[in-house]
């Protein structure tokens, strides 16, 4: 990973974005075990309809856990000093979730370089379903 | 309605530990390809003493309290009704497969829109490991649908 520098950053400076595989039940149930999130809501289409879904639907941590891709293919995890999200829209079974962000900010905090960066996650059909910001330090 | 009187209610602190087969197995469920997350003499030589715990999964080790459904189980919440609002992570140390690490949940408050319709919970967690070194701070909104 070539190290990214706070002074070659520019504001608006786009995150190379990636879309991971269109969600799959099979998706979730990998994501079920791994994560230790077991609410039957996202993986038994029973439980889902009896509380009032059409289907199961994923977790929203998953597409959280896609977006820290993103950081983390930017730059070196230790350099993430704070990474949050709202979870806007459902994301559905079949959904083609693309992971984006850009550099909206650039600051210094504590003696720290930092950048801020806005985050999203959008369907194939371009509907947001993750809004998140994260600020990493540069050196 | 979910009783106001939690705000401020401290749940139980528990300590669990990050294992490396768990965080290679999540690395498979969420795609990540970056060896660093699976293979420990990469993560050596990118700099790291052990695998990196991935920068979402603290939400999902807060998930191995004893009881994962405390909170709910105190407020009456139904696992049925409830969406994940927002997650927020504030960093201040890398933990690593093998590290021991403290969760100290509390509930920091609880409030309502749409006459009710639709209810809050926000929770704060504090993570530290086995040095006493402040690793994380977690801040979770769930959300609760009556509609």
């Known amino acids: 990973m070539t190290a990214l520098k706070f002074d070659s950053v520019r504001v608006g400076d786009e995150l190379t974005a990636f879309t991971a595989p269109p969600i799959s039940r099979h998706?979730?149930?990998l994501y079920c075990g791994a994560s230790g999130d077991h609410n039957p809501i996202h993986v038994d289409i029973d439980f889902a309809k009896q509380a009032g879904m059409d289907d199961v639907f994923a977790h929203g941590m998953l597409s959280m856990a896609y977006l820290g891709r993103l950081l983390t293919n930017w730059v070196?995890?230790?350099?993430?000093?704070?990474?949050?999200?709202?979870?806007a829209a459902i994301t559905h079974l079949g959904d083609a979730i693309t992971c984006s962000g850009k550099v909206v900010e650039k600051f210094e905090q504590g003696g720290e370089k930092r950048v801020r960066l806005e985050l999203t996650t959008a369907n194939q059909a371009g509907d947001i379903k993750l809004k998140g910001e994260a600020v990493v330090a540069l050196p | 309605?979910?009783?106001?009187?939690?705000?401020?209610?401290?749940?139980?602190?528990?300590?669990?530990?990050?294992?490396?087969g768990r965080l290679r197995f999540f690395a498979k469920a969420?795609?990540?390809t970056d060896r660093i997350y699976t293979d420990e003499g990469a993560a050596r030589d990118a700099g790291h003493r052990a695998l990196p715990v991935?920068?979402?999964?603290?939400?999902?080790?807060e998930m191995d309290a004893p009881n994962p459904s405390a909170m709910?189980?105190?407020?009456?919440?139904?696992?049925?009704?409830?969406?994940?609002?927002e997650e927020h992570f504030t960093y201040h140390k890398m933990a690593y497969a093998g590290d021991t690490l403290i969760f100290e949940p509390r509930i920091v408050d609880i409030y309502d829109k749409k006459n009710g319709a639709l209810e809050f919970v926000v929770r704060e967690t504090r993570v530290t490991?086995?040095?006493?070194?402040?690793?994380?701070?977690?801040r979770n909104i769930t959300v609760v649908r009556h509609a």
């Open chain 2, 72 to 85: 709910r189980d105190l407020l009456g919440i139904d696992i049925a009704k409830v969406l994940h609002g």
């Open chain 2, 30 to 32: 969420i795609g990540q």
């Open chain 2, 129 to 138: 490991n086995q040095d006493e070194e402040l690793v994380a701070e977690l």
């Open chain 1, 27 to 29: 998706t979730l149930a």
């Open chain 1, 76 to 87: 070196p995890q230790q350099a993430l000093c704070s990474y949050g999200v709202r979870f």
């Open chain 2, 54 to 61: 991935p920068p979402t999964f603290l939400f999902c080790l």
């Open chain 2, 1 to 20: 309605m979910i009783d106001k009187r939690y705000i401020g209610h401290v749940l139980p602190r528990f300590s669990t530990q990050a294992e490396k």
